[in-house]
Every structure is written in C-alpha cells, then in structure tokens.
C-alpha cells in the first residue's frame, strides 16, 4: 500500500502522518508537493493537518484550487481512498468532494485535548480494523471544527449511514457535554457516499503510539494499509 | 548638533552622542543617528547590564556554543544537540497584547533557525496583574500565542503564568524556543568570506517597528498607545514557509550562515553578522531591499521591523541555487549586498552612499552604563509567633487550589497546539514538559519558572529559587538538567533600588546555575519594565531550563499511577511560611523572607531522585513549590485522578502545622512507589543523606488526613479548575 501526504505551504502534520507511515505502520511513503498533479501511484492520497496557504479567507479555501487537488478529485472520482485530516477535512468540503463545512468552534476558541469518539462504520476500508461501536481516543486540535451542514444534507448523510465518528463520552454515549466544538450531530468524521472519501477533524497520526498517551488512532492506518489487495481503482 | 528632541527620538543621551562625534570624527547624518541610535539602545546593547552579565557561568562541558549567537546550544546526546534561547517581548504586549505576543513567538523561533536547528518547542512564561482587571492583556496575549504557534506547527509544551498587582501596566511575555540540530550541522550566524552575497529573503519590508527597540528601553507613559506603529504584525504563515525553506537550506553547502531581523531590523542583523567575524565589514544598498509599500526612505529601511525576514551569507557565484530553495516555497529574495573586509558597514540607495560607519562602533561602541544600586528598605518581617494557627486545613487547601497563580492550567493549554510533531511524551501540566528524540530513547525536558514574589523580598535567593525551582522541575520527569537560558525581567535601573536588584539577582543566579551545574547559554535582558507614576514590577528573572534523559521510557509524570502505592515526601520541612501562597491567599500579607536554600542539598535530593528514577523504583515524582507539600499533594491526585489516605500529620517541634502543610521549603517532592522499592529507597535515603518520610497510600477519590480532614477529588477539582475561568 503506497500512502501519498499532500504538502501544501502551511501544512504541519505531513512530517506526523509520514512517521506513523513509515515508521510504525510500515507502508510506502510518497510526499505529494501541492504544485504537482501527479499522484505517483499512490494507493491513498492524506490531506494532512495545518494551515493550508495560512487559512486566510477561510480554512481550505485557497488549498482547493492547488494543483494537487483536481488530481485528487479525479482520483476519488475513480474510487481511490482519500482521506482528510483536520485541515484536510476542511479542503475536501471546500473542494466539495465532501458535503457541509467546518465553522468556528462553539467556544470560539481553539482547542487542543483528547476526546472519544464512536465508531459508527466499520465495513469501510479505513476502519476495518476496528471493532463494531468502537469508542476511540483521540485527539484534537482546531480552531475551526464544528461540523454543520443544512438540515436537508444532514438528514442524507444519517440516512445514508454517512457519519463514521461522532463525539462520545469514555463510556460511549453521544452526550452534548462530549462534543467539543459543538459540531451537529456530534460529527466528527463523514464518508462520502461512495465510501472512498473520509473526512474527520480528531487526528489519528497523534495517538498512533502508546507513548503518546494513546494507539487507537494506529487502527485506522492499519485498515487502510490492509485494505492493499481490495482496493480497486476502476 | 543635533537637537534634544532628536536625540530622545532615538533614545540617545548627549553624552553618547558626544562619543559618536569623537569617534567618527564628525557628526553622524539622520541614518547614522537612527542606526546608532537603535543597536545603543538597552534592549541591543545591553549597556547597563553587560558588566553585571560577565558574572553568569556559560561555559560547560555539554556546551557548543554559549552567549553571543542567535541561540545557546548543547550537545544531549547521540550526535544531537539542542538549540534554545527566551526572549522578552514585553512592551510590545503591553500596548497590543495579540501582536505583540504573537511577534514575540515568530522572533524567538528565528532565533533558533538561524542556528541551523528545527525548533520542536515553545513555551511562554507570562505575568499580568489581577484578573478581571488585566483581562485585556491576558486573552490578547494568550490568543497572540496560540495564534501564532498553532499555524507555525510547532508545539507549545510550556510555560508559566502568575498575577500580581506590580504587572498590572507592565505585563511581562518572555517566548522560549528549542530546536534540534546535528552537532556538525549547527550553523553560527557569521559573514566570513570577503566577496560573499547577502541576501535579504521572506516578508516584504514596511514601516512597521521602526524605533521598536528604542522604544522598548524606555519607560511605558501616557504617550505609549502612540507607539503602536512600534509594534509589528505577524503573520506566522510566511514563517512557516521561511522556517521549511532554512531547513532546505541545510541540503547546500552553498551558505555560510543565517540570521535573524529582530529588533533593529536589518541594521542590527548586518552589523552583528559581521561583528562576529574580526575585521568584516558589509555593503548594503537599500534601493535593492524588497519593500511592501512607497515612500520609503533609507531610514525606514534600515530600521524597519517588519517580521519573518532573514538575512542569508550566500557564496559567491551560489546565489541562483539559493534563490531557487526560496522560490519553491514562494518566498522573495534578493541579494542587497555583499561581505567586505573594510570593518564597515556602509549603506547605499542606488550610486550614494547614505551611512558608513565601523561595525565595532554600532555592535561594541555604547558606552557601558555604570549606576551604582543601593539596597531598598526591607520587606516587612514575619513574625510567626502573631500568626495566628491554621484553622480548617480543607478550606484553606481548596482556597489555594482556586487562587489564581495555583490553579490548573488546563484552560490555557487546552489554547496551544501542544501535540503536533509526534514528539510530547509528557504534556503541559505537570511539572517540566519532556520530548522524544524520535530514532533514539532519547527525551529533552523543559520548563521556565519564577517566583517573583521571592524576589521582590529578596532578589539574590529570589534568582536561586528560580534556578533551583526549574531543575527539580526537569529532574522530576526523571531528566538531569543540562543546561539554561534566562530572560531577566526589571523595572528602570536608573533608580538605585532597581540597579541594585539586577545587581543581586545576576549574583544569585551566578550562585545557583555554579552550584547546580548548569551554564547560561543564551538570554535577553528587559529592562525598564515600569509606568509613569506606578510602582516597578518585581524583578523577574525567568530561568528557561532544558534537561535530558537516557531513555523516555524511564520519565516519570506527576499524577499517581496505582492503587496502594506508597506517597512518600523525599526532603524535610522547616517553617518556611515568608513569602508564601498560604500567607497571601490566606492572610493577605506579602512578608517575610523566602524560604532558605542550601544548594548543595538541592543537588543532592535531586541526585536521589533520578537514582530511583533510573533505577525503576518511582511510578511518580511532583516537585513541591508554591503551596507547598499539601498542594503538591493535591496536584498529584488531580494529575492521576487517584486520592490518598494518610495518618493525620502531627509535625515535630518546632514545626507548625500549617508551615508542615502549606510551606514552601525548597529541595522536596513528593513521590509515589510501590512498596517492594521501599528497601531501595531507604538505602538511597541513607546514601544522599535525604529523609524520605511516608504521607499515606494511593487509593480511593479522596484526600485524606485521619483525624483531620478529608475532601474529595471532585470538589478539589471543582476549585482547582475553576480558577482562571471565573
């Protein structure tokens, strides 16, 4: 499995996501540069935390028009796995491959700390390594990451079974006093309807280590790293 | 001759304007005045506290390079060495609390570029006066913080924050950097090489920060919220391009150094990358410096502090190569000069020369400043015989947990990106933070710490405790400490009760750092940190301290990991209740004298420590400090989220209760173990001639003292988190 990291300017976890890669997954690492189109065979394309183009204007809304990105849009078109990370979450919005948007914490203030979030799909190929109704540990770090969509687009993305991780408390109950960004619903990660685009704000590069305070997040690598033989890029 | 007005314009005196004249044997032109006038100033040349600074030990085993450079920096290890330096940005901040934190953080972090290293870490040590008051300045600066250092990528692990009245107009924002680099890898910022290009590269210039500098080695007045186009804009995205395209930079031998535009802009960084080179000298034309808007004059440029630049010595004939590292990250660079061997600096726009004057003149020319300090009037005494006798030990810890230089952290923390890099093993608030070196078991730890109101009852033993404070902090992950950097914080030494505590706080912190073992390597000096008509702040001198350990598998945190373990105190306690949280919260006084500090018994409690440590006989170690044993203790339970059951404490005469539960004796911590390592412990007790006494057994959700008190988790958290949310 050939994992691609999109390095836009501004981007900060590329250099996270590469050492969980590389070092504890053991997959092939291929840094995509933003400038470039090509996609180098890669198997599956990160878009990786940070301030892509600073997040001036808005997070994501300059990174969605780089090079890179139409390249990825073919890609997913194609069923390649592309999955967004925090600010890569916020650009596959932009960039409308996933529906709704990330706004302004609700307490207006950037927040970084552990959270647990409910696993709600695990027949996808980055989360097939966990178990059913898993409740993970991982954490966060944004300043914009409350999810919202219209009612009409929310209500598609629950009865189409798009929401693959929603904020919970340890024990795994999706409580207000969980969510810690006031996203609807609890969102914390959504798949396009297709199942090859995952899109979600806690970062599981941070928690891939049980140095880190936590290894849940390596599950999620590890499914797609799995997933090598089954994914088929018609 | 110039004017008064013009010479206060440039924060010069006539009598040093009088040496300029003698040495140049004319009088200066306007840009020679400004450039003179910015690198004399307090804040480049350190002019009244040189003399003093001499005093601080810098050299060391471990050290590859001490004061002088961008950053400090020593070798931990396997072939890695650690840059770091602390650098005030306090005048700024009191005027535009979120710029001038934010600059605050992009300069340092150039600091340790320049080095040639990868910055890893930040951290901020802040003081404000009282909240609600001081709200304006803490959530600006906090913000100013987080702002910048969540965009840049680079994890902010550290810091410290208190409140006294003393900081209400002056708050204090020192920024500390550490960066990682190869030991034959790391770069000093020296213009060698006659014929050598210099290349301005990143942000555009502007008019922003001119006088910077100059304005903040003078006192703040009424005047001040006019110096706003003093303080300058960050704009942490262009940094982080900067800071990936110097680490590109490692990839070419084609440059001979880096360094950083902080105050005083390009004429301090041409003028000290030369300086550091006997006999060099540099040309520079203005006309060629990219400028973001028009009408700027050769001053403007000169002086400009406009953020994110960085002048690069680029071999001659190499420049293209250069440029083209800079380009893939869509930054501009230009060449605007060259490295002379003339020991000038001289200055051009297009054919005329605008300013030339001797390198040594602008980095080594002001007259040194020798005030003479006298001693001010004592502190009031404590008298403990008339203190009255604690009365409901509960009530005054969840009084103390609550106070607000006590209280968790957590809500400003929770603020700064403290994770990215996949390096923080241990997290902002327990004691020092620690790192892992990735591809090695090595770990770094750091912490800055200060308690000021120590010093203002005694600066000497006020700068001891600062130093003494910080290494049990780095020796309480389980980390020897290595090595420090300080940021001293005082008011106007032109009065002789401040000269004299810069006097005998560079005293003490000579004392300590020779005792402990641990070499300044890089600082910065703030001086006149007062207000028209207010009293001065406490002198501050905050102690940056960076440690290592062997293998991060071995560290210890504060909170207690298991149930039944024993919580053991390790170091004896004295009645040491004189400048106190206890006396403050409780009584309402500021008195006393700090607590006495042997520094030989403070290395070797900290010896014992990182025996066991290393021996694997501690599950925890929390350093005791403000608040003393039962509030360290309470941290421990809080941090673990396990409570405690002891037998009541009943402290031997002459030891009172409350100085046996709330006093603040130095050279203690609190450790937590299982009881098969009681055996070892004792031996080392007996070997390092520390006592090592029971508290009580981990276990349960409550803190408890039979017979005397018990309070639960829950409500000791309600008042320890709650204290800066209020």
């Given at each position: 499995m050939k994992f691609g990291v999109v390095v836009f300017p501004?981007?900060?976890s590329d250099r996270d996501c590469g050492w969980v890669i590389d070092q504890v997954v053991g997959g092939q690492l291929q840094y995509l540069w933003?400038?470039?189109?090509?996609?180098?065979?890669?198997?599956c394309v990160i878009l990786p935390g940070g301030f892509a183009y600073g997040d001036y204007l808005r997070t994501g809304a300059i990174a969605r028009f780089a090079p890179v990105m139409e390249s990825i849009g073919e890609f997913a078109d194609r069923g390649g796995l592309v999955w967004g990370i925090c600010n890569g979450f916020q650009i596959l919005c932009e960039a409308g491959l996933l529906p709704g948007a990330l706004i302004r914490n609700s307490s207006l203030e950037f927040r970084c700390e552990w959270t647990h979030v409910m696993v709600e799909r695990t027949d996808l190929p980055f989360t097939s390594a966990c178990g059913e109704r898993d409740v993970m540990r991982m954490p966060i770090s944004h300043g914009e990451g409350s999810y919202f969509a219209e009612p009409a687009a929310l209500s598609r993305l629950e009865q189409n079974g798009q929401v693959v991780f929603r904020y919970c408390d340890p024990n795994g109950r999706v409580v207000p006093s969980a969510n810690p960004n006031g996203s609807l619903h609890n969102i914390a990660g959504i798949i396009n309807k297709r199942g090859n685009v995952l899109g979600m704000m806690p970062h599981p590069e941070r928690c891939a280590e049980a140095e880190l305070g936590g290894a849940d997040g390596v599950k999620l690598f590890r499914s797609v790293a799995g997933n090598a033989m089954k994914v088929l890029v018609s | 001759m110039v004017d008064d007005r013009r010479l206060r314009e440039v924060a010069l005196v006539p009598d040093e304007y009088r040496v300029i004249v003698e040495k140049l044997r004319r009088p200066p032109n306007a840009v020679e005045l400004g450039m003179l006038g910015v690198l004399w100033s307090e804040h480049c040349s350190y002019k009244t506290s040189k003399a003093l600074l001499r005093r601080l030990p810098s050299s060391g085993e471990a050290v590859l390079q001490g004061p002088g450079e961008n950053a400090g920096a020593v070798e931990i290890g396997q072939g890695w060495a650690a840059v770091f330096k602390i650098e005030s940005h306090n005048h700024p901040s009191a005027i535009e609390p979120y710029q001038g934190a934010a600059t605050g953080v992009g300069g340092i972090i150039r600091d340790v570029i320049a080095m040639g290293a990868r910055p890893i870490a930040l951290l901020d040590s802040l003081r404000f006066g009282p909240l609600p008051g001081s709200r304006r300045h803490f959530d600006g600066v906090v913000a100013g913080i987080g702002g910048y250092g969540n965009c840049i990528g680079i994890p902010t692990v550290g810091g410290e924050v208190y409140f006294d009245?003393?900081?209400?107009q002056n708050p204090l924002v020192n920024a500390m950097c550490v960066g990682l680099v190869r030991v034959d890898r790391l770069m000093r910022a020296r213009a060698e090489g006659t014929g050598n290009s210099l290349m301005l590269v990143g942000a555009d210039t502007g008019k922003d920060g001119i006088h910077g500098a100059s304005f903040a080695s003078v006192e703040l007045d009424e005047s001040s919220s006019e110096r706003r186009p003093a303080v300058q804009v960050g704009n942490p995205f262009l940094e982080k391009c900067l800071l990936e395209a110097c680490m590109d930079l490692g990839h070419t031998d084609a440059v001979v150094a880096v360094q950083d535009l902080g105050a005083a802009g390009l004429t301090s960084s041409v003028a000290e990358c030369a300086g550091r080179v006997p006999g060099a000298g540099a040309r520079i034309d203005v006309a060629l410096v990219p400028r973001r808007e028009r009408g700027m004059t050769p001053y403007d440029v000169m002086l400009s502090e406009s953020q994110e630049r960085m002048l690069v010595v680029v071999q001659r004939g190499r420049e293209a190569e250069v440029e083209r590292i800079f380009q893939t990250w869509d930054l501009t660079s230009a060449v605007i000069g060259d490295v002379t061997d003339d020991g000038h600096l001289t200055v051009f726009d297009g054919e005329t020369v605008v300013a030339r004057l001797p390198i040594d003149l602008l980095t080594d020319g002001a007259p040194l400043r020798r005030l003479a300090g006298i001693s001010p009037e004592p502190p009031p005494s404590l008298h403990l015989d008339s203190l009255p006798p604690l009365v409901d030990a509960a009530q005054s810890l969840l009084r103390l947990l609550a106070s607000p230089n006590l209280c968790s952290r957590r809500p400003i923390f929770r603020r700064y990106d403290h994770m990215v890099g996949d390096s923080t093993v241990v997290p902002p608030g327990g004691d020092a933070a620690l790192l892992r070196i990735k591809g090695t078991r090595l770990g770094l730890a750091m912490t800055t710490d200060c308690n000021a109101r120590y010093c203002h009852l005694d600066p000497n033993l006020g700068a001891q405790h600062a130093v003494a404070e910080a290494a049990r902090n780095i020796v309480a992950t389980g980390a020897r400490p290595l090595a420090v950097t300080d940021c001293l914080n005082l008011a106007n030494p032109d009065r002789p009760e401040v000269y004299w505590e810069l006097e005998e706080t560079i005293a003490g912190l000579a004392q300590a750092c020779r005792a402990l073992e641990v070499p300044i390597v890089s600082g910065n000096v703030s001086l006149y940190n007062d207000s028209e008509g207010r009293s001065p702040i406490h002198p501050t001198p905050v102690v940056g301290m960076i440690g290592v350990i062997d293998d991060y598998g071995r560290r210890l945190e504060a909170g207690l990991q298991h149930e039944g373990d024993f919580v053991l105190l390790v170091g004896s306690s004295h009645?040491?209740?004189?400048?106190s949280e206890y006396l403050k919260v409780e009584h309402g006084t500021v008195a006393g004298r700090p607590p006495g500090l042997d520094l030989a018994r403070e290395g070797a409690v900290n010896r014992l420590i990182l025996a066991a440590a290393k021996a694997g006989l501690l599950r925890s170690a929390h350093d005791c400090a403000e608040g003393g044993m039962l509030v360290a203790l309470a941290e421990c339970c809080l941090l673990g989220g396990l409570g405690v059951r002891c037998p009541a404490l009943r402290p031997e005469l002459p030891l009172r209760l409350d100085a046996a539960f709330f006093g603040e004796t130095p050279a203690r911590f609190i450790v937590s173990a299982p009881s098969r390592a009681m055996p070892e412990l004792q031996t080392l007790s007996r070997r390092h001639h520390v006592e090592i006494s029971l508290l009580g057994m981990a276990g349960g959700e409550t803190v408890e003292f039979e017979g005397q008190f018990r309070l639960s988790l829950a409500e000791m958290r309600l008042a320890w988190e709650g204290g800066l949310v209020r």
């Open positions: 501004g981007t900060w933003h400038k470039d189109a090509d996609l180098k065979g890669c198997d | 009245e003393c900081y209400e009645n040491d209740l004189g400048g």
